[in-house]
């Protein structure tokens, strides 16, 4: 059972340079969710979709895109990356949608660094 | 809104000796409250869970956590702590508002050093 899983590990883009992050679980979870985490500011909510078909955004969605391609996969796209954008990109998943009380299930990270 | 504040940003304990990790929230509602934790260079795990049943929530690896709705707090304890405890460790708060509930809402974190 993989869980969560993300590509790449690891990329390097410089300034004004597109990617797509891709995730993707096997659990038949109905939420996903898209964080960064920097330094000394926890994670931090970018994007997230309660079900197949729906995505809204978080705290901070700013310079960013996504697609919930169907139930499994939840992109994550920088049409022009920013160095500000330098960080470690989680993608969580949960059971139910919409639900207080539900775990969230993380993916292994993906490292961004912008020049 | 709901908010989490992590008191310690580091806590360092010897190995064998409790540990005490500080978190307030803050909230409108009867929230739920998660401790997550996440090792070097790796994801986060759920460590428990407080969903509005029994306040003292006991979770893996021998941690537990008092929900006290006096003190607006939901500190993690450890009566003793073991090398392979060093990690960040993450207060988090759920979002109960509207269509975003469900999200989560992370505290800055607390790194935790054990030394032998």
């Known amino acids: 059972n993989a869980g969560v899983t993300q590509t790449p590990k690891f990329q390097v883009l410089k300034t004004g340079q597109s990617m797509t992050l891709q995730c993707a679980q096997d659990m038949n979870h109905n939420s996903m969710y898209w964080y960064r985490q920097d330094p000394g500011m926890g994670l931090r909510l970018i994007y997230y979709s309660a079900s197949e078909g729906t995505t809204d955004k978080g705290e901070v969605p700013n310079g960013y895109n996504v697609s919930r391609l169907n139930k499994r996969e939840f992109s994550l796209r920088l049409e022009s990356a920013a160095p500000s954008q330098t960080s470690v990109y989680f993608c969580?998943?949960?059971?139910?949608?919409?639900?207080?009380?539900?775990?969230?299930?993380f993916g292994p990270g993906t490292r961004l660094t912008v020049l | 809104a709901q908010s989490v504040t992590q008191l310690d940003s580091h806590v360092s304990v010897s190995e064998g000796t409790p540990v005490l990790l500080r978190c307030n929230y803050s909230s409108s509602y009867s929230p739920s409250l998660f401790w997550y934790v996440q090792h070097p260079n790796k994801g986060l795990q759920l460590l428990l869970k407080?969903?509005?049943?029994?306040?003292l929530v006991k979770g893996i690896n021998g941690f537990e956590a008092e929900f006290k709705k006096s003190e607006t707090s939901f500190h993690l304890t450890k009566p003793s702590a073991h090398m392979s405890d060093a990690a960040e460790y993450f207060c988090v708060v759920s979002d109960l508002d509207g269509g975003s509930q469900g999200n989560l809402i992370f505290g800055k974190g607390t790194k935790l050093s054990v030394k032998p």
């Open positions: 407080y969903t509005s049943a029994a306040t």
């Open positions: 969580a998943s949960s059971p139910l949608a919409a639900s207080s009380t539900d775990t969230q299930y």
